[in-house]
């Protein structure tokens, strides 16, 4: 095998320049430690460490045309960081779900308390083992206080809604 392509760490923002990665941080250097030609670094724009966690739902949901979510994950929270609510996709839909092709993610939480909060957003899918990803921060909110997501996809001129599906959590 000459290259594969891995995904690359996910930072928020790093306080010091010398927290910066060193010279070693580069497809050459990953490629020669895997005893490869090359390792591509493929950017990541969300913390996908939830991925190895069990999904929270693992059934097809109608998302846009023929492209459903697969399975939904969470990464846990740690003190300062919040969580990220993880979509497997069935394909990669960056192309398809943009502010160009004017169609976007709806994500309402449905709180314990009763309240909702709003997390729509323009998915950016990374490919990890053949599988298609995009998540979403979910700053300002306790994913153990979450009951139930509704989410779909809608039309950002229009407002129509193509899907909408409600999914229990806890």
Request: charged share 20%; proline share 4%; net charge positive.
């Amino acid at each position: 095998m000459k290259s594969i392509s891995i995904p690359d760490y996910f930072f928020t923002h790093l306080k010091n320049y010398n927290d910066r990665y060193d010279r070693f941080h580069n497809e050459g250097s990953y490629g020669r430690y895997y005893g490869i030609s090359k390792a591509p670094l493929q950017k990541a724009a969300f913390d996908y460490s939830g991925i190895a966690y069990k999904p929270v739902y693992s059934k097809d949901v109608p998302l846009y045309e023929r492209d459903n979510i697969k399975s939904i994950f969470m990464s846990p929270q740690q003190p300062f960081i919040s969580g990220t609510l993880i979509l497997e996709i069935s394909n990669n839909i960056d192309g398809i779900l943009s502010r160009d092709g004017g169609v976007r993610i709806f994500l309402h939480i449905l709180k314990s308390d009763g309240s909702i909060v709003n997390k729509d957003f323009f998915p950016t899918t990374i490919e990890l083992n053949g599988r298609f990803y995009a998540g979403v921060d979910l700053s300002g909110v306790d994913i153990n206080d979450i009951n139930s997501l509704l989410i779909g996809t809608f039309n950002i001129h229009t407002r129509h809604r193509y899907t909408q599906t409600q999914i229990k959590i806890n």
